[in-house]
């Protein structure tokens, strides 16, 4: 019985219980025991199957997820930015441009507000 895996649910579920549910299908079976451990049985591997599966999967999408190189780890740098750095006066109207690879820019909006 695998009480780890969060793919089962008749393992989960005692032998006793299954069989007043199959008693309430009308299913004629010889050994109801036999027949709901077979179903166990086949439960955890496709579980296990299930549970490989899931994790190869969010295993894709962190690695997706992940900064590729050192310049996209730089990318991700919360430090403080300060309009001095770039140049712009205060009281000035600016806007966010998309830069380089190192992130956002800023510049001089034209016109009015």
């Known amino acids: ?19 007043k549910v199959l008693l309430d299908l009308d299913l004629e079976i010889d050994d109801f025991d036999t027949q709901i451990n077979a179903f166990k049985a086949e439960e955890l591997l496709r579980a296990d199957i299930a549970q490989a599966n899931y994790k190869a999967y969010l295993d894709r999408c ?8 050192e310049e996209d780890l730089q990318d991700l740098a919360m430090g403080v930015i300060e309009n ?9 109207k ?20």
């Not at 019985?1 to 069989?19: A, G, H, R």
């Not at 956002?104 to 034209?110: F, G, H, I, M």
């Open 1 to 19: 019985m695998s009480q780890t895996n969060p793919f089962t649910v008749l393992n989960s579920t005692s032998n006793d219980e299954l069989k």
């Open 62 to 69: 962190n690695k997706h997820s992940e900064p590729h190189s």
């Open 84 to 92: 001095s750095c770039r140049n712009v006066k205060e009281g000035e």
């Open 94 to 113: 600016t806007e966010c441009i998309k830069g380089n690879a190192s992130g956002y820019q800023t510049r001089n909006r034209k016109g009015g507000d």
